[in-house]
């Protein structure tokens, strides 16, 4: 599920937040901030860790990346330094 309103900042910017939810508990979240050039940082993500290992964070990340793609969001970057994870996001087309 991604926020309904999302954040807007002063020069254009906006924060779109993505949430897991199981049952009525948010389990899981990945935001991205996309500038007023079109380009979308990636800069939290996080799945509680009794839900890890099921796949939460891959869709939510595939959400995410649908949504950049349907706004036409021209460059993806990562605010986190995460070098285990380079793999990770490349598998999903980043």
């Known amino acids: 599920m991604r926020t309904r309103n999302p954040k807007m900042f002063p020069r ?7 949430f897991a939810k199981y049952y009525n508990d ?12 079109k380009t979308g940082y990636f800069h939290s993500a996080i799945v509680l860790p009794e839900h890890r290992r ?5 869709a939510l990340m595939k959400s995410c990346l649908e949504y950049c793609r349907e ?4 460059n993806l970057r990562f605010a986190v330094d995460q070098p285990f994870l380079e793999k990770f996001w490349r598998d999903l087309g980043v």
């Not at 254009?12 to 993505?18: A, K, N, Q, R, T």
């Not at 948010?26 to 050039?37: E, R």
């Not at 706004?71 to 021209?74: F, H, L, S």
């Open 12 to 18: 254009g910017e906006f924060d779109m937040v993505f």
């Open 26 to 37: 948010y389990v899981g979240a990945v935001s991205v901030l996309i500038d007023s050039i």
């Open 54 to 58: 099921k796949g939460l964070y891959k």
């Open 71 to 74: 706004i036409k969001v021209e």
